[in-house]
């Protein structure tokens, strides 16, 4: 049963809130966001009329936020609000009120999961946009690296790691009392799995070829026996052990049982990770993100842009322009962005096609290539993801500068135009110029996560939890 806010202040109370510093961010966001409108989100989480009445949901979503703000664990930030008097101020706790213990805060956490922080930060961001504190102007997207709060263990490691996981699963489906799967006398016993499968330690140097043998060959037979016999997350993990045995590389690599969402991804060409991508949208002129994404490590997040954005739509949040680095620079991202009527200010990627603009000139308006001499191409032809525009062969035939140009067909000079650089040409330079420099404030909210908020590692495993954190650390 949902409890309820505290109503009235009491004298220490206000002998406190005269004592705190009227400019603090904490006391700033008390004064701007309302936060009551909690209660209504989760009710459907809580029993209307039965059982014990819960510490308010508002008062629970505010410590998480002090928590991911301050980069404390539930242990810490419960500690800490019986003494700091900022705190007990912000969640209107009384010096006589009883505190949220950790493990209270787990379950809330636990019980809301990533799609109810995702719908209360969308209204706290509704109410941002009706006090008109989001621009219209510019708004930028980018994606930073999160790592995973996991080990990468070696192959012998993670096929122990897997058994192991599954055992314990298999033990908790078996105490909750679940029937699944075959019959209760065709399944093996845990303990018996123990015996038989559980091996403890690790191989701390390189595992010799007798070692990883012996592992395959124990892993073949654990999955044989417990493959389609439990319930659906035990199984998933079987198929993953599965992947681990047959050697699985790339995409479908499972890099640990501990946290099977977290994926490899690369910070650069060269510089590998393991766990996940923040992917935002974020309001240049105000510096508030608007929109959120949490993605494996292995996704490019320049193929996301559209789902990016069509949550922006759905939350009628509106920019003129948008920029972002070259990781978008698509022909297909240029067309979607221009299609909501949005100008793209892109950085171009190092190894993109372009037109020979010391020769050649693209027309927007008339849609043809102009050359250095002023003739122009006649015909073209549609190719994948452009336009071959073609001159005429009595243009070509004498002209003296011929040697420079592209390569002939028949005496015909070809030149290939991308429909990524049409829409680019079509873009002012000078407010193209200002909007690349106006990106890096992305990089500024980055940067601070990461410094103070402990935005480049995980917190705690799955992809729930790091979702939950990448949204936390968004409304900061």
């Known amino acids: 049963m949902i409890g309820k806010k505290k109503q009235q202040p009491t ?27 909690i209660e209504d989100e989760v009710r459907e989480l809580y029993c ?48 006589e009120d009883k505190v949220p213990d950790d493990t209270t805060l787990s379950v809330f956490r636990s019980r809301l999961k990533d799609d109810k922080f995702e719908k209360i930060f969308n209204r706290i961001i509704k109410g941002c946009q009706e006090k008109n504190l989001l621009g219209n102007k510019l708004k930028i997207v980018d994606a930073t690296h999160v790592i995973a709060d996991i080990a990468i263990p070696n192959t012998v490691n993670l096929l122990r790691q897997g058994r192991r996981v599954i055992i314990k699963e298999i033990e908790k489906e078996i105490k909750k009392g679940t029937q699944t799967g ?145 990781l978008y620079d698509s022909g297909s991202n240029r067309e979607m962005i221009a299609s909501k009527g949005m100008e793209a200010y892109i950085s171009s990627r190092k190894k993109e096609k372009k037109i020979d603009e010391k020769n050649f000139k693209y027309n927007v308006e008339k849609d043809n290539v102009v050359c250095r001499r002023g003739y122009s191409s006649e015909n ?21 500068f011929s040697k420079e140009c592209p390569p002939k067909n028949q005496g015909r000079v070809r030149v290939f135009v991308s429909d990524s650089y049409k829409l680019k040409v079509k873009v002012d330079p000078e407010k193209r110029k200002q909007g690349l420099k106006e990106r890096k404030g992305i990089e500024r909210k980055f940067g601070e ?18 979702a939950i954190q990448a949204l936390m650390l968004s409304l900061i």
């Open 48 to 95: 209307e009329d039965n059982g014990r009445p819960s510490f308010p949901p508002e008062l629970l979503f505010k410590i998480l936020f002090l928590e991911y703000y301050y980069n404390l664990s539930d242990v810490e930030i419960s500690q800490e609000i019986q003494w700091n008097g900022l705190y007990q101020y912000f969640l209107d706790i009384g010096i």
């Open 449 to 466: 996560g990461k410094k103070w908020h402990n935005l480049g590692r995980a917190r705690y495993r799955g992809k729930w939890r790091v």
């Open 182 to 326: 075959k019959k209760q006398k065709e399944k093996v016993k845990p303990d018996e799995m123990r015996k038989k499968y559980w091996k403890e330690g690790k191989i701390y140097k390189k595992p010799e070829v007798k070692d990883l043998k012996e592992e395959i060959k124990i892993s073949k037979d654990f999955v044989e026996n417990v493959k389609g016999k439990y319930g659906a997350k035990v199984n998933k993990l079987a198929a993953e052990l599965e992947k681990v045995i047959e050697g699985k590389t790339g995409e479908e690599k499972v890099a640990s049982f501990v946290d099977t969402d977290a994926k490899f991804g690369y910070k650069s060409p060269t510089k590998p990770f393991l766990g996940y991508k923040v992917h935002i949208a974020q309001d240049a002129e105000s510096e508030l993100v608007s929109t959120v994404q949490t993605l494996p490590g292995n996704k490019n997040e320049g193929s996301e842009l559209k789902d990016l954005l069509n949550k922006e739509e759905e939350k009628e949040i509106k920019h003129e322009a948008i920029t972002a680095d070259g």
């Open 11 to 37: 004298f220490f109370d206000n002998l406190l809130q005269n004592r705190l510093p009227a400019d603090h961010p904490l006391i700033k966001i008390k004064r701007e966001i309302d936060f009551s409108f």
């Open 380 to 400: 073209k032809t549609r190719q994948e993801e452009g336009t071959l525009h073609i001159f005429p062969k009595k243009t070509c035939k004498n002209c003296c």
